[in-house]
């Protein structure tokens, strides 16, 4: 029964979701904004489940003076904070306005940090590229020519190199080449490969095939 | 001779002024046409069902107003009016603008006669077209517009529960190596060796996306190997539902390798569902814990190449496994093994070895093979230019 009722579910789901997208007929109609009012509503109440249990290992981290438990305590004294802030400091439901306690530490703290992470790609990008872009082989050293000349393309200085050209085979046209044929082609064959495999793994999870994701071998 | 020039002069000057002021003389006059004369009648008015709706709605067609022009800046749009066939008034119902041909009756009862007059307004001047014929909603069973894909569906549908059948039947099939899927057994078998810890990170979608189901399911797979390896497995989710299914899907996992005992709930923890406060606490965890092996399987952005640097950094070997093209150059980048889209769905059933599983992969190779046929019988017949083959696959 703990087995059969879930995949029941999915197996009814999967199947009426996919006859909304051919049938307009009322109710099927109005099924995928109640599926997803149902999301949004599940996964609002679900979220005290992952808030709980962050707090209860970060406690207890810092309770039994775990390894690096001085990091549990930043997430329970970052958590406690921003909620006093919010819900106390911050003119009720309009917490979120501007000048709030909330978008304060919103703001000041939250966004510069995001931003921190975000630019750390910069670095990574470059040590990254840095391994990817070494010609070992001959698949590599494509990739470096090809990287190579798609960087020159979209800068300036790659047209002004090659302005003694005719228009249509200076750098910025063979970096739009490059774009648009041969990494096109490449993106959409792996798009059609997806489409088939989303199909394909949806079939099996409504069928009942699948069942590593409802308990099952 | 004095007042022969006086004269001379003053025709100039009458000259002149008229020369001066005669387009504006002119301008006036059209002005006065403009807002006395009501603009001309819009024509040829048509309403019918909206196709492939719910209902409520009709469909307004005319041919615009011979002055509706983009020159004429006092003519102010249409009015679409309304009135129950035969002996209804007509009231207002909807606004269209200048230059619009087309618009909705979305306030329609089904199965109630409507007809449309539509009102061309210039100023405080309006005309009024003839009455459109009748014209009622009705909501349709079938979205003509999608039926290439409902053909679609079929047929690679079909095929995957052919070969699905077919694999049950005890037919052997084969299943191409994937690099990236041989070599989980290492990699969990490295991470038993080093005494280290092995992380899966499930990509920061929540579990309605098929690419964290595809990774959950692989987790499964992997979670069952590191039982049975008695290696020590951390899973920090950046969703709580997530969080719930990899929990039960590991529980399952551990129980059918015969080692309940080993699960541990805690290992399945939740860090925050911002993205990049979640790749900070990877980041973190991964600094810290030094795992020997990382997966990544499921959906993944901006923050795919902050994780997978930072386990190359501290040398994991890293399997990482996405459906989203503009994260996978950074994945191969920096990860040892990369599942490259389709095989990210295919991992559960190659891992798996189940007949069903692999039958139902077999099916999709249909799919590729009716998707390439597809496109070389476009590229023929759009070379020659017999007609356009692309509109066949326009989905509305």
């Avoid at chain 1, 490059?178 to 793994?201: C, D, E, H, K, Y």
Wanted: aromatic share 12%.
């Amino acid at each position: 029964m703990r087995r059969q009722v879930p995949l029941l579910l999915t197996a009814i789901v999967g199947f009426v979701y996919i006859i909304q997208f051919f049938v307009p007929h009322k109710p099927f109609n109005i099924i995928e904004h109640l599926f997803t009012d149902w999301i949004l509503i599940i996964a609002a109440c679900a979220i005290w489940l992952g808030v709980l249990n962050l707090l209860k290992l970060s406690s207890e981290k810092v309770y039994k003076r775990a390894k690096d438990w001085p990091y549990a305590l930043v997430i329970i004294c970052g958590f406690f904070m921003i909620t006093v802030a919010g819900f106390f400091f911050s003119g009720g439901r309009a917490f979120q306005e501007s000048g709030t306690a909330f978008d304060y530490i919103y703001v000041n703290i939250f966004t510069p940090l995001s931003a921190t992470m975000f630019a750390l790609l910069a670095f990574f990008v470059a040590s990254a590229s840095y391994r990817a872009f070494r010609a070992r082989t001959f698949e590599a050293t494509l990739l470096l020519l090809a990287g190579f000349f798609v960087m020159l393309g979209r800068v300036p200085v790659g047209d002004l190199m090659t302005s003694w050209l005719p228009q249509g085979y200076r750098l910025s046209d063979l970096a739009g080449w490059i774009m648009m044929v041969p990494n096109m082609a490449g993106q959409r064959a792996i798009m059609i490969g997806i489409a088939l495999g989303i199909m394909s793994t949806s079939l099996r999870v409504i069928l009942g095939i699948e069942r590593t994701i409802t308990g099952g071998e | 001779m004095a007042t022969g020039k006086l004269r001379n002069q003053k025709k100039y000057f009458t000259l002149i002024c008229l020369l001066l002021f005669s387009p504006t003389l002119i301008a006036q006059t059209e002005s006065a046409d403009i807002t006395t004369t009501p603009p001309a009648p819009v024509t040829e008015v048509v309403a019918f069902d909206t196709p492939n709706d719910a209902g409520s709605s009709i469909t307004i067609r005319w041919k615009k107003s011979p002055d509706d022009r983009p020159d004429d800046s006092l003519f102010a749009g249409y009015k679409i009016l309304r009135a129950i066939y035969p002996r209804g008034e007509f009231q207002q119902t909807a606004d269209a603008p200048a230059g619009a041909e087309e618009t909705f009756d979305n306030e329609a009862r089904d199965g109630v006669e409507y007809t449309y007059r539509i009102r061309a307004v210039r100023g405080d001047l309006y005309s009024d077209s003839e009455a459109s014929p009748p014209a009622q909603s009705k909501q349709q069973w079938f979205h003509t517009g999608r039926i290439n894909t409902l053909i679609g569906c079929l047929i690679i549908g079909l095929a995957i529960l052919f070969f699905i059948n077919r694999a049950k039947s005890g037919k052997k099939l084969y299943i191409r190596k994937i690099a990236g899927l041989e070599a989980v057994d290492e990699a969990v078998g490295r991470a038993t060796e080093m005494g280290r810890k092995i992380f899966f990170i499930p990509g920061i979608q929540d579990i309605y996306n098929l690419q964290t189901i595809a990774g959950v399911i692989i987790l499964g797979r992997v979670a069952k190997l590191v039982a049975e390896y008695d290696a020590q497995l951390e899973i920090p989710v950046s969703r709580s539902m997530v969080m719930v299914a990899c929990r039960e899907t590991v529980k399952e996992a551990y129980l059918n390798a015969g080692r309940p005992d080993a699960y541990k709930e805690d290992a399945i923890h939740y860090l925050t569902d911002e993205q990049f406060g979640y790749a900070a606490g990877v980041d973190g965890l991964i600094v810290r814990e030094k795992p020997a092996t990382i997966f990544y399987q499921g959906a993944f952005f901006a923050e795919s190449l902050i994780l997978a640097e930072t386990g190359n950094y501290i040398g994991a070997i890293q399997i990482a496994g996405t459906a989203m093209p503009a994260q996978l150059p950074f994945f191969v980048a920096a990860c040892d093994y990369t599942l490259i889209g389709e095989e990210l769905f295919a991992a559960s059933a190659y891992l798996s070895k189940e007949p069903k599983l692999l039958g139902s992969l077999k099916g999709q190779d249909v799919g590729k093979v009716v998707i390439l046929l597809a496109i070389l019988i476009g590229v023929i017949v759009h070379s020659f230019g017999l007609f356009n083959f692309a509109q066949l696959f326009r989905v509305q």
